[in-house]
């Protein structure tokens, strides 16, 4: 229900639960659900990706002037 709903006060009230908190107890939530969650409200430059290293970077570790 929760992927379905996205939301635990639907599926809290689907299940006829008279509070929250015991909805939660239950619920089991897929890792990657929490990864998309969480990545929602990272900043931009903090999210997931490739790294491309500056020229400039790559340059200096090769000991190249």
Known sequence: MLQ???D????AS?????R???TEIYLR??????????EAILPPNLRRGR???????IASLQGEP
């Open 14 to 18: 689907l299940a006829g639960a008279q």
């Open 29 to 38: 939530v897929d890792p990657s659900e929490k990864l998309e969650a969480m």
């Open 8 to 11: 635990v006060r639907k599926v």
């Open 4 to 6: 379905a709903t996205r």
């Open 51 to 57: 790294f491309k290293a500056p020229d400039a970077l």
């Open 20 to 22: 929250m908190r015991t």
